[in-house]
């Protein structure tokens, strides 16, 4: 699985957009950028992923760029309960050549969202 | 009620004894996972397994033992724990009907501490 590159931290303002970047300057055009947060020592949550294009569900958007080099997370209007660490993980997908079962989680991007 | 259930949530035992954690889901996906989760190490992947039948040694293995009873319960032992294996345990599912857009879905977790 490709390397990805995240700040350690970052903070956001209650109400206001979270945007978190992620450098994967070495994926390949077979894998997969996927977003997760774990919440203080909770389970590690899925919020989404994508290929080439950008993507939105109810938790989130991602914004891939054109060369897919890097990408973004954006939290369009952050909560409170939003603080958590937010991974960003390029993989494979499983059944392809290469594909993996595991998830590679780097040490991510500590996110507080301050009231 | 949670879709991925982990017992015990905490634990605390001693050098050699023999431990057992269990993991259930109903969310009747057929892959199962575990993984352990120390600090500034991001998620390590134990053991993974794609069906009752199907068992296979992730990156950390050596100490550690699965079982997997039903297509809902896959437990992780540890036959003689050691202190270096405190740390936060964590159960995981993934559904194999599409690879594209396989994610895992992971249990609350277990704190485990081995004196």
Redesign the interface.
Known sequence: DAKTTQPPSMDCAEGRAANLPCNHSTISGNE?V?WYRQIH??????II?G?KNNETNEMASLIITEDRKSSTLILPHATLRDTAVY?CIVRV????QG?S????????TKLTVNP | DAD?TQTPRNRITKTGKRIMLECSQTKGHD?M?WYRQDP?L??R?IY?SFDVKDI?K??ISDGYSVSRQAQAKFSLSLESAIPNQTA?Y?C?T?D?GV???????????T?LTVL
């Open positions: 997969y996927y020592s909770q389970g590690p949550q899925y992923h290929l991974y997908a499983r059944g392809s594909g079962e595991k998830l590679v989680f780097g040490k991510g | 991925v892959r996972y500034g991001g998620l992947l993974y296979n992730g990156e936060l964590f995981a993934s194999p690879p594209s857009t396989d994610t895992q879905y992971f249990g609350p977790g704190r």
